[in-house]
């Protein structure tokens, strides 16, 4: 962090994400901050600036190097705390603490107790929140999409479908070019494969055999007669497919069942031919459903229904922890959720 970088965030003043600290006096208090960045989106804590914004620094030793690094040891687990020192002149120094780490990570403790951060203030973490934070590392590390696929061989993945995730990178430039062409390999990067076994991940998003292992690959698709689902049916198909095919197989239905509305533009001599939702938000759609759907439930699915008033997309699956449907209505932080499914499907 350079120092015209500091004067700025100091002009503006302590938020949710920086603290000042006086000197290394206050090193256990600016701890217990960076335990609460560790345990939220990161953070830093600036010493040698006043709660006022000033930036007066302070004298650095070997000491002060000490105190700082035994102080950092106080952390369960270890965390990935940053030291810089910026020269501030006239021999004062300001340290900088920056602190960040992966949800799955969470949560930290300092000296046995894990902190949190509301707005400018760090206080001690509530009990049941702690607890909530352990489950969700728990699960994490025991994710569904880890765990290695039951009965499943390189042979039985959709290599072409693997092939064209490879083109679809290089083309969006998150890989380059040179880049192998072995399935295998491909797979290795996207964390698909490890030490040769096949994971579960890599069965949703490119298998080419579900039953009777995997019945919740399935794609529902549905149009009613009506505005009701009891309304008389008047097509109704379920498949089982791999993550790519079901949504290219989801839009090709909806383009064929939905009305076709047809205008001639002023001025020209071409038909514009126009869908009741456009294109690329039933795409976006599509992928958010297949994307965030919860794949470990055996009974779960993608169902697609079409209305005489209405086209409705459900799947399985729940919201992350602190997020509820009245607050998505709303300004909302983002909490993503990144599993192993999600590394082969394109960005949105």
């Not at 490119?206 to 008389?232: C, E, H, N, V, W």
């Amino acid at each position: 962090m350079t120092l015209d970088t500091i004067q700025n965030l100091a002009a503006k003043g302590e938020s949710e994400k920086v603290e000042f600290k006086k000197s290394t006096a206050q090193l256990k208090p600016a701890a217990q901050t960076l335990c609460a960045f560790l345990n939220d989106s990161g953070g830093a804590v600036i010493i040698g600036v006043t709660d006022a914004g000033k930036l007066i620094g302070q004298e650095v030793s070997d000491k002060t190097r000490r105190e700082i690094a035994v102080v950092l040891d106080g952390f369960e687990p270890p965390a990935p705390v940053t030291v810089e020192y910026v020269d501030l002149g006239s021999g004062k120094t300001l340290i900088v603490l920056t602190a960040a780490a992966p949800a799955d990570a969470h949560p930290f403790t300092f000296e046995g107790r894990a902190f949190r951060r509301m707005q400018t203030t760090t206080s001690v973490m509530p009990q049941e929140q702690y607890e909530g934070m352990l489950l969700e590392r728990a699960h994490a590390r025991r994710r569904w999409e880890n765990q290695a696929a039951v009965d499943v061989t390189l042979a039985d993945l959709d290599h072409e479908e693997i092939l064209r995730t490879r083109e679809a990178a290089v083309q969006q430039r998150r890989i380059s070019a040179g880049t192998s062409t072995d399935v295998g390999d491909i797979l290795d990067r996207l964390g698909l494969r490890r030490d040769g076994v096949i994971t579960q991940a890599a069965q949703v998003l490119y298998g080419t055999r579900f039953l009777p292992d995997y019945p919740q690959a399935m794609l529902k698709l549905g149009r009613f007669r009506g505005t009701r689902i009891t309304g008389d049916i008047l097509d109704n198909r379920q498949e089982h497919l791999h993550a790519f095919a079901a949504v290219r197989e989801a839009i090709a239905w909806l383009d064929r069942t939905l009305p076709l509305a047809a205008r001639f533009p002023d001025g020209e001599i071409f038909r514009e031919d126009r869908l009741p939702v456009p294109a690329d938000a039933l795409r976006e759609i599509l992928l958010n459903a297949v994307m965030h759907r919860d794949y470990s439930n055996p009974g779960g699915y993608v169902a697609v229904a079409v209305f005489d008033d209405r086209i409705e997309v459900r799947s399985i699956g729940g919201l992350p922890r602190g997020v509820t449907t009245d607050s998505l209505a709303g300004p909302h932080p983002s909490v993503p959720r990144p599993p192993p499914h999600r590394r082969g499907l394109p960005p949105h």
